[in-house]
């Protein structure tokens, strides 16, 4: 499960789908829904917020703004009206390393979209997220 702290704009079409999934199966798990992935890191900066589920709803509202931009048809029944207004912080180094992780994927699943892309130092990140001053955060796994 990867739950980026990138922009959706920046994902292939491929990876914009799989986190559309990866965010519905988050939310599941933050509802108890599901048994598995309980424990996954990805969840802990959700959980670590008053209301876990407004946030991952607001999460999961801007990956299906973005897949409206593109002309997809995800599933807009599946979100739930419930946003949080406040943004999480995040920092600059979790960024630039998913960026570099997500470069490395485009190289071998989208090479024209990666070198659209490659020049971009500071890319933006998903909506939700405040970008702060700091390391790759102690969870991210292959750090």
Not at 20 to 34: I, P
């Amino acid at each position: 499960m990867r739950i980026w702290t990138l922009h959706p704009q920046y994902l292939d079409s491929k990876g914009l789908v799989a986190l559309w999934r990866e965010a519905l199966l988050a939310r599941a798990v933050l509802r108890g829904e599901t048994r598995g992935y309980r424990n996954h890191p990805q969840l802990i900066r959700f959980r670590a917020q008053p209301d876990p589920l407004a946030e991952i709803e607001s999460y999961l509202a801007a990956v299906h703004e973005e897949s409206l931009q593109r002309g997809y048809r995800f599933d807009a029944t599946k979100l739930s009206p419930t946003r949080s207004p406040e943004t999480i912080p995040e920092t600059r180094g979790q960024l630039l390393f998913e960026w570099a992780h997500l470069l490395r994927k485009l190289a071998v699943r989208d090479p024209d979209r990666r070198n659209q892309l490659q020049d971009l130092e500071i890319p933006d990140p998903h909506p939700l997220f405040t970008i702060i001053a700091g390391p790759v955060r102690e969870w991210e796994k292959g750090r």
